[in-house]
């Protein structure tokens, strides 16, 4: 509380894509203990017209690809300064190091009194982006080191970033609002959930072939797919040539709500992407008691570990591995919502975040 007294007053600015949830929760944290203000590329969620006063809120009105190749933002660095100008801010924190962090980067340099830049990386602005090409690399690093300080949400990223750079970072991952209850009871026998991405990084593709497996020796299997992407068409497709397409449904997007009846129910989430930082989805299956099937990359080795509170993907992971694996699956519910009890819980990691912020204030007087 001392914490949240103190600091009320100072401006803490955003720089990001509003519209994204995962901006959102970083929004209703730091209003508890700052004077928040956002400047967003491409829109603002409603609810953060609902944390923030309108007078606070500034769109630039780019339209950011995914892809990357947004030199456009660049453009837009005499506005940014005016704006922090007007704002006058004591902390400027940018999220997504590749893009809105190279211009808070390049912002910084012009003068104006100092402010504490905080980069925030999200996963491949860290993981993948800089080992595109010589430019993006270059673009990273220039970001982190223009910085003071750097947030990462695992610990496979912050060791990437320390390759990048020599600034302190301070790892948590997005995590959730609280720890959900949970019922045994209304878990479903067989049921597959999964909610990545259609887009070639997250292996849809071979999630169907893993269920049509699965689906051959077990009667009771079904899958949902809720989410969307570029490849939809062609994986409800795949579906039909597989001839499992009445056993699977693509909701696309869906209500945080309906996800999360979702997660209640499904006895396996599965997440298998080539490349991730910490998925806020699998925290979320793990504190709903799904047991997660996962690839194995370092960031899903840091939270389904030893096998013990989950399943490792590969391609020859059939209906009999799992049979096995359900004779422990009460102890794997356990261990992993003690682990997002204690690690995953975003209020929580956003405390101590102010709280570390608090120190740098006192140490700079």
């Not at 211009?103 to 602005?125: N, R």
């Not at 003071?148 to 060791?159: C, P």
């Not at 991405?197 to 997250?202: A, C, G, P, V, W």
């Amino acid at each position: 509380m001392n914490c949240q007294r103190n600091m009320s007053e100072i401006r803490y600015l955003l720089i990001g894509d509003g519209s994204s949830p995962h901006l959102v929760k970083w929004v209703r944290e730091l209003v508890k203990y700052y004077n928040v203000f956002l400047i967003s590329t491409q829109g603002i969620h409603p609810e953060i017209t609902d944390l923030l006063p309108s007078g606070q809120l500034v769109s630039l009105d780019i339209t950011m690809k995914p892809e990357g190749g947004n030199l456009a933002l660049l453009f837009k660095i005499p506005k940014v300064f005016s704006l922090i100008k007007m704002i006058d801010p004591a902390v400027v924190n940018a999220h997504y190091i590749t893009s809105y962090g190279l211009l808070a980067a390049v912002v910084k340099q012009l003068p104006y009194k100092k402010y504490l830049l905080v980069q925030s990386a999200w996963g491949t602005d860290i993981l993948v982006t800089p080992f595109a090409n010589r430019f993006y690399n270059l673009a990273a690093r220039y970001s982190l080191n223009k910085a003071q300080l750097v947030t990462s949400d695992s610990e496979y990223m912050t060791a990437v970033v320390k390759k990048l750079s020599r600034t302190p970072v301070l790892t948590f991952p997005f995590g959730l609002d609280k720890l959900p209850g949970f019922d045994p009871a209304l878990k479903q026998r067989g049921f597959f959930f999964s909610n990545r991405i259609l887009s070639e990084n997250y292996n849809i593709d071979e999630v169907l072939r893993f269920f049509n497996r699965i689906a051959k020796d077990n009667d009771q299997a079904r899958l949902v797919i809720a989410n969307d992407g570029d490849l939809r068409a062609s994986l409800e497709e795949l579906s039909r040539d597989l001839k499992i397409e009445d056993r699977i449904q693509f909701r696309g997007f869906i209500p945080a709500a309906e996800q999360e009846e979702l997660y209640q129910q499904a006895e396996f989430f599965i997440s298998i992407p080539t490349s991730d930082s910490t998925s806020v989805s699998l925290l979320e299956a793990m504190a709903h008691g799904c047991i997660p099937i996962v690839s194995d990359i370092p960031a899903n080795q840091e939270w389904v570990r030893d096998g013990k509170g989950g399943i490792r993907y590969s391609p020859e992971l059939n209906f009999s591995s799992l049979e096995e694996f359900r004779s422990q699956g009460a102890r794997a519910i356990e261990i992993n919502r003690k682990l997002i009890f204690e690690k995953a819980i975003f209020p929580d990691s956003m405390l101590h975040f102010s709280q570390y912020l608090m120190k740098y204030f006192e140490i700079q007087g």
